[in-house]
């Protein structure tokens, strides 16, 4: 009877142990893939840098609307140098549009250090807003 025991306790360990596996890996998040967030008045938003070899820095932001939902959107983007230990606003650039979508592209020389975009992206319906905040990739020049 005792063995028979012992048998049921195995058996069922050993089957629990998939399980457990296949559940953890369910949860893990590999870099490089993007867990989508749910937005009320908001589609997508989208913020990058690329510097060329000449020092011109190409901030661009991206957000997009729920169509029939989404009445106005705003973008402030930042360029920010790394510097000391924090990140330092080189220059700022805004836009506003009663459409569905907006993009902000804009370029400006830079130094060579560590630069990303921190944008600040807000969408509207009627008087109600969300605020979205992103960094770009950090770019080394």
Known sequence: ?????????LSMHILLIPCFSYADAELDVSAGEKIMEAYSYTSTVSTTLSINDTGVAKP?????????????????????????????????????????????????NVSQGKYRTHTVFKAYHNSSSEQIVKNSATVTY
């Open 60 to 108: 661009r932001a991206v957000i997009t609307g729920l169509p029939g939902t989404t009445t106005k959107l705003h973008v402030t983007m930042h360029l920010q140098k790394y510097s000391n230990g924090t990140w330092k606003t080189v220059q700022s650039w805004s836009s506003s549009t009663a459409s569905n979508s907006l993009t902000l592209s804009k370029s400006k």
């Open 1 to 9: 009877m005792e063995k028979r025991i012992i048998s049921i306790v």
